[in-house]
């Protein structure tokens, strides 16, 4: 049996960045100001823009990019790869690469399956975001829909 631990590691970070472990944050980049919780997982490739929170339990997976001023509520998970075989896909090549803009809020235990959530839009808690979101408003249920514009 190997035991990992959890890590941060090649990890480039601005001014006043916050990290709470344990977490496992490796091959990303954490700009000024961002704040992380607990248990939260960002892999390689992500990019977590300047006075962002990412709250505990979250699992930010490759290649996300996440603008200025987000909140990311407890629990949210990011998912690259959409199955689109019916199975796990071996190839990062396929995966979609995941773009939030600024000042976006996604509630605690919401899932993201999609590659754009245009800036200023608000996520509800629990929303399963399978379309891109490009009408800044606030989106809820499964899948998430418009609710409101803002």
């Keep these: ?19 709470m472990v344990p977490s496992n944050i490796y091959g990303c980049e954490l700009h000024d100001d961002v704040f992380v919780g607990p ?18 339990h979250t699992f930010i997976c490759e290649n996300v990019s996440l603008g200025e001023n987000c909140f990311i509520g407890h629990n949210v998970t ?21 773009s939030i803009g600024d000042n976006v809020t996604i509630g605690s235990g919401a899932t993201i399956l999609t590659d754009f959530i245009c800036s200023g839009s608000v996520i509800g808690a629990g929303g399963v975001v399978v379309n891109p979101v490009t009408v800044k408003g606030i989106y809820a249920g499964n899948p998430a829909r418009l609710i409101r514009t803002l």
């Design 1 to 19: 049996m190997k035991i990992f631990n959890c890590d941060i590691r090649d990890v480039t970070t601005g001014d006043n960045v916050k990290v």
């Design 39 to 56: 248990f939260v997982e960002i892999q390689k490739g992500c990019v977590i823009g300047r006075g962002s929170r990412v709250q505990s």
């Design 78 to 98: 990011f998912a690259n790869d959409l199955f689109r075989s019916g199975a796990p896909d071996p190839d990062p090549g396929s995966w979609i690469k995941i």
